[in-house]
């Protein structure tokens, strides 16, 4: 007969796997972390860009047929941006997070804990070998840590594109002013309102002027 002590139900194969919870969880949320950064880099850095050229004011200091063809690069960037996205995107399962937790634990513990004993089921000797080392893969499992997520992005933006956005933001929010970005709607509305006036119109403005 097979006696166990207090301790040794600290390391029962359910108690090893009620510790990995709050570690799955966190490595799960890592994934989704990658995954997202992953999909959504290109349009992230295409914000940054955009927000730090409209609040370093540079569209006051070009023609407006410029920034009516930045407008429409933009679009059409952000467009391909959002279909890069949707092809990236994916949800990440369960079984990825624990199967990169297990990974990085001596052993693998998380599997043989999930494990069954398959021989020797009625011999005690060797149920009791086996309980052994169930509770040896879950005291393993009990020191699990989250896995750190991998944001690293060298191989899909070879060229740093997203730190160049980022330096271009942070400047912008330095040197520059976020009211200039309403300054853009301003200037688009009054090309508009140009390009169907009347005549009339003509005259009545240049008399103004």
Avoid: N
């Avoid at 996205?85 to 369960?94: D, K």
């Avoid at 090309?191 to 003509?202: D, I, K, M, N, V």
């Amino acid at each position: 007969m097979t006696f166990f002590t207090a301790k040794d139900d600290d390391h029962s194969p359910e108690q090893g796997l009620k510790s990995i919870r709050w570690p799955l969880r966190l490595t799960w949320a890592g994934i989704w972390a990658e995954v997202l950064v992953q999909a959504f880099w290109p349009l992230i850095a295409l914000v940054l860009a955009v927000l730090a050229v409209l609040m370093l004011g540079l569209h006051d200091s070009v023609p407006m047929s410029v920034v009516t063809g930045a407008v429409v690069a933009v679009t059409l960037a952000a467009v391909g941006a959002l279909v890069y996205a949707l092809r990236h995107l994916r949800i990440p399962r369960r079984i990825e997070a624990l199967t990169r937790l297990d990974a990085s634990l001596p052993g693998r513990p998380i599997q043989a804990l999930m494990d069954v004993q398959a021989i020797g089921t009625g011999d005690d000797a060797s149920a009791a070998v086996w309980q052994a080392h169930q509770r040896r893969m879950a005291a393993r499992a009990a020191a699990a840590q989250a896995v750190p997520a991998d944001l690293r992005m060298a191989r899909r933006d070879p060229f740093a594109l997203r730190y160049v956005a980022l330096l271009a933001f942070v400047t912008a929010l330095v040197f520059g002013s976020v009211l200039r970005i309403g300054s853009v709607a301003g200037s688009v509305s009054y090309t508009h309102l140009r390009a169907h006036e009347t005549s009339l119109h003509l005259v009545c403005r240049l008399l103004l002027e």
